[in-house]
């Protein structure tokens, strides 16, 4: 009887710890249907318009060390790129134009500057405070966030993406005060130079554009 009992009891078991695994691994509701908003958040953040390589990389502690690294260099990244940003602003901002015929500090232009500086100080700001955010969390922690949905699915993508947004209007802010003032500038040259500078912004933007809207489509049939 023993015999007959004990291969009953193991396969119970055994189905009971795959079952368990499966529902540790299955994607919450909270992830399966989400806005707009957050599928542009995560490819932004993550590189894909959903959660799903994500929160399979949370069921192992090695993947998801790996995904902390990536996460914790861009912070890294963004806090040099914002700290060059407010040094730069700083200056133009506390000095005055060594030339007469490259005035930034009329109205305009200098009130960009002064945005620049403010947004690249934000910037530093939540790149700073991301940082130790994801410095300190753990996979329970991020899998706990990621099921609760909503807003802690906003916030947890915003800790990404939301600094390198501060850097992104912050630089921008910086090239048209430097465009406008070269336009509104007396001397030819200058001007010849901002519009060829103007026409390798928009090159540069169109490109950036075109290509981050080929991956998420590309991204989108891959689902």
Same mark, same amino acid.
């Not at 009953?8 to 009971?16: E, N, P, R, V």
């Given at each position: ?7 009953? +009891? ?19 509701? +909270? ?49 040099? +790129? ?59 922690? +991020? ?81």
């Amino acid at each position: 009887m023993a015999l007959h009992y004990f291969p009953k +009891a193991f396969m119970f078991y055994g189905t009971l710890d795959e079952r368990m695994l499966t529902e540790k691994q299955t994607l919450p509701e +909270a992830l399966r249907y989400t806005s707009f908003l957050t599928r542009v958040l995560c490819f932004l953040a993550l590189g894909r318009p959903d959660l799903d390589e994500h929160w399979e990389s949370l069921q192992s502690k090695e993947e998801f060390e790996d995904v902390k690294t990536r996460l914790c260099s861009i912070l890294t990244y963004t806090i040099t +790129a914002a700290g060059l940003l407010l040094a730069t602003s700083g200056v133009f901002v506390t000095t005055g134009s060594p030339v007469s015929h490259f005035d930034y500090t009329s109205p305009v232009p200098y009130f960009l500057l002064f945005i620049s500086l403010m947004l690249a100080m934000i910037a530093m700001l939540t790149s700073g405070l991301s940082m130790i955010r994801w410095l300190h969390t753990d996979r329970q922690w +991020a899998q706990e966030q990621l099921k609760s949905g909503g807003y802690f699915i906003l916030s947890y993508l915003l800790s990404i993406v939301m600094p390198m947004s501060f850097v992104g209007w912050s630089l921008n802010c910086f090239i048209f005060a430097m465009l406008i003032t070269g336009f509104y500038s007396t001397n030819t040259v200058c001007c010849t130079f901002t519009a060829l500078w103007l026409v390798i912004y928009v090159v540069i933007i169109g490109t950036i554009s075109i290509e981050f809207t080929w991956k998420y489509r590309k991204s989108l049939k891959l689902r």
